[in-house]
């Protein structure tokens, strides 16, 4: 589910790798990200709306891979 | 002419991969600020924003050189041991961001200070800036609000606020007059850096032709300005916002800054106001009043 | 936050300051055996934590246990600064000889602490200052030396104190300023510290204010003082909503959304930060307003921090609208503020367009901020609207 204000996407292959989701979980400031049991990213639905726009995850994952969607430009 | 920064003033930043420190190192770096590293014990070879981060002030000065200034962003409880690190480590300006530290131990990062010879700003602030020539602090936020807010001109600011420091700042900007330095100098009964103690500087600095201060309950800050003023017949016409003029009919409530805490009769908004007007600072009612009170003062003045 | 008379002596005899006997009672039979047990003359001293104490009548003296008994009746409702008595202290009365002044305090200017020092003590202080000053000394001394007793030496010596008398005081006063220096105490002082007729000192009455930052830092201290987490000690106690406010500002360290002062208008204010609300809350109340709370946000909390305390100021009973104001922000983001008052209004269930007055946060993420607004239908302004015309325009709405 996303927040009311902002959604989180990550690509599948991204999501899937232990790497780049544990870089995420690190660069996030705001807990968005966390990793599941098997190392795959987990997106914290909760900590959504506290996304502060750093772009940190975008820059931290392949490129076109993380998408930060404001739900109120929509 | 700008007071305690210039374009080419380096400085580090402590506790740098907090998040207020992440938000600070961007928004200085996109206004031109020279950070030469940032410390967060543990994490050094990482980098924010290009700013490469260390274990230790130490690390930084032998890498980079000794830093003019630091900006101090680490929680509370390890504010004393980073003011000091910073000390013991050359540093001559220091800007506390933090809030919530006990006076205690803000007395005794003072204290070092004076016997290093370097001068404290904060804590509980948001720093420096000199429009258009740098910022050492949180002052106006990102660097495009930040230009909104403050421009060059030849108002000096200083504020126990650091959010007022920008209202005023933006206020006078939209009225034309831009501003020398401006100085948020912290919200708490014990600052590194006093109005009087900036007076001088001020004084000293040919752009600045006029002051405006936001002033509130608590502490003996303005009746100690009022003083420097009279003693050393200033050149420089001062107006004061005051604000909290409620809390004289609330005496024993906390409202606002730590410092705002009225501990006697001088503390409160109509003492202070008296002896403010006594030493010849107009005082406001109103923000934005300051603009038009500043523009009369500075031609009797001339 | 200060203490009252019998904690402050409670922390004083930890650290082996001289005390009279004493003990707090609740009760007059409990004054009676009080009495009884010091056997002789005492003191019946109301526990109030305003000033004047002496003035109002809630300090009595008894011959008898009968008497000590009558005296906690007569004690136990006097008002003292609008305040009546929590407990009351019985203690010995002594016979006095001599009466001194000693207190500590931070002195602003200096950014040290000072030791103030008369042996004119028993009386106002400030009166001494201005007919005697001569009488009083004023020390300032380090927080990064050691401490030592040559501050107290000097400090007591400067007024003429010399032989027996200065070597006695000493050690009490060196003790004072220990305690006020380890427990981030802004005031200890003792008025009066009484040299007895057979030539010994004690302290007579005392009190004690600590920093409310440094209150987590004393936790053990506190606690076995018996002051509860939920005592601010300011010139009444919290409220429930206040209460609430602190406990919701706790849960998430991120920025502050708290300082919830209760009044009892209609207008819920959601304002920033610590200077920004000291003036937007004058400009509400120079429009005429009536505010339903005091509050302030800054150093940019979450989005969830916002949320709580819209949500907590619109279910206060009497609520009607709320104003969301702060000064040009800085650090504190207009469009992180903008969610979390929205959220807060929505989980409330209520419009957000309908309840907000106006939105008057410009500065950092504004148009980011703005867009938000926007979106939900909220009434905003720029900064071209300055804070007071703001306040004007909430007030307007009711």
Same mark, same amino acid.
């Given at each position: 589910m996303p927040g009311l204000f902002i959604d989180v996407k990550v690509a599948d292959e991204a999501a899937k790798d232990t790497e780049i989701a544990k870089k995420l979980v690190e660069v996030c400031a705001v807990d968005i990200f966390a990793q599941n049991d098997d190392g795959s990213l987990r997106v914290v639905e909760e900590n959504l709306d506290e996304c502060v726009l750093c772009d940190l995850c975008v820059d931290a994952?392949?490129?076109?891979?993380v998408e930060v969607v404001k739900l109120y430009e929509s | 002419m700008s007071i305690f920064i210039t374009k080419d003033t380096t400085f580090i930043i402590q506790g740098i991969t907090g998040r207020e420190a992440v938000n600070l190192t961007r928004e200085n770096l996109d206004y031109g600020a020279k950070i030469i590293g940032g410390v967060t014990p543990g994490r050094r070879g990482r980098d924010v924003y290009g700013v490469p981060v260390y274990d230790s002030v130490k690390q930084i000065a032998e890498a980079h050189g000794t830093p003019d200034g630091s900006i101090v962003s680490v929680p509370p409880r390890f504010t004393r041991d980073a003011v000091f690190e910073a000390l013991e480590n050359g540093i001559k300006l220091i800007v506390i961001v933090t809030e919530n530290i006990p006076r205690g131990q803000v007395a005794q990062m003072v204290e070092l200070a004076n016997l290093r010879g370097a001068r404290i700003i904060g804590p509980n602030c948001l720093g420096i800036i000199s429009p258009d020539e740098a910022k050492m602090g949180g002052? +106006? +936020?990102p660097a495009a609000n930040t230009r909104q807010a403050y421009t060059k001109g030849p108002i000096g600011v200083m504020s126990r606020s650091g959010g007022m420091t920008t209202e005023i700042a933006s206020t006078l900007t939209a009225a034309g007059l831009g501003q020398s330095t401006c100085v948020s100098i912290g919200g708490d009964a014990i600052v590194g850096t006093t109005y009087a103690e900036l007076m001088p500087y001020f004084e000293a600095d040919s752009e600045t032709q006029a002051i405006a201060i936001y002033s509130e309950p608590g502490g003996r800050m303005e009746a100690e300005l009022a003083e420097w003023v009279k003693t050393n017949n200033s050149r420089l016409p001062i107006v004061a916002f005051m604000a909290g003029r409620f809390m004289d009919e609330m005496q024993g409530m906390r409202f606002g800054h730590a410092g705002t805490i009225v501990e006697g009769k001088e503390d409160t908004t109509s003492e202070k106001i008296e002896r403010m007007e006594a030493a010849g600072i107009s005082v406001a009612e109103?923000?934005?009043?300051i603009p038009d009170l500043l523009r009369k003062r500075m031609a009797e003045a001339s | 936050m200060r203490f009252y008379e019998y904690e402050s002596k409670a922390l004083f005899r930890r650290h082996g300051m001289p005390l009279g006997e004493g003990q707090v009672v609740n009760s007059s039979a409990e004054a009676r055996a009080a009495a009884e047990a010091i056997g002789g003359p005492i003191v019946i001293k109301s526990q109030v934590l305003s000033g004047g104490r002496m003035k109002a009548g809630a300090v009595q003296f008894a011959d008898t246990p009968d008497e000590a008994a009558a005296k906690y009746d007569f004690v136990l409702p006097i008002e003292v600064g609008g305040e009546t008595a929590r407990s009351v202290l019985i203690e010995a009365k002594s016979p006095v000889a001599h009466e001194y002044f000693v207190s500590v305090t931070w002195d602003g200017r200096r950014k040290l602490p000072v030791l103030l020092f008369s042996d004119m003590g028993g009386i106002d202080i400030e009166e001494v200052a201005e007919? /005697?000053?001569? /009488?009083l000394s004023r020390t300032h001394f380090s927080t990064i030396l050691p401490l030592s007793e040559r501050i107290a030496k000097e400090a007591i010596s400067s007024v003429g104190v010399s032989g027996g008398d200065l070597n006695r005081l000493v050690p009490i006063v060196y003790k004072l300023m220990q305690v006020f220096l380890q427990y981030d105490l802004t005031l200890a002082e003792i008025n009066p510290v009484a040299k007895l007729e057979d030539g010994s000192f004690i302290v007579l009455d005392g009190h004690v204010d600590m920093e409310a930052e440094a209150r987590g830092d004393h936790k053990k201290l506190l606690a076995e003082l018996g002051i509860g987490d939920d005592e601010t000690r300011l010139a009444r106690p919290p409220t429930e909503f206040e209460l609430e406010g602190a406990r919701l500002n706790a849960v998430? /360290?991120?920025?502050v959304a708290g300082n919830v002062v209760e009044f009892d208008g209609n207008l819920g204010l959601i304002i920033g930060a610590g200077g920004g609300s000291l003036t937007l809350f004058d400009a509400v109340r120079k429009h005429g307003g009536k505010p339903a709370n005091y509050c302030e946000i800054g150093g940019n909390p979450s989005v969830g921090k916002a949320c709580n305390l819209t949500k907590l100021i619109l279910g206060k009973p009497g609520v009607e609208k709320i104003a969301v104001m702060m000064n040009v922000v800085s650090n504190t983001r207009v469009d992180i503020v903008a969610r979390g008052v929205i959220k807060g209004c929505l989980e409330a269930g209520k419009d957000p367009s309908e309840v907000i007055t106006i939105f008057r946060i410009p500065g950092a993420w504004e148009d980011e901020g703005f867009k938000i607004l926007e979106k939900y239908g909220v009434e905003y302004c720029d900064r071209s609207v300055s804070m007071y015309e703001a306040a004007g325009r909430a007030v307007a709405k009711l």
């Open positions: 994952a392949p490129k076109g891979t | 002052m +106006g +936020g109103r923000i934005e009043e | 007919t /005697h000053p001569e /009488h998430d /360290h991120r920025g």
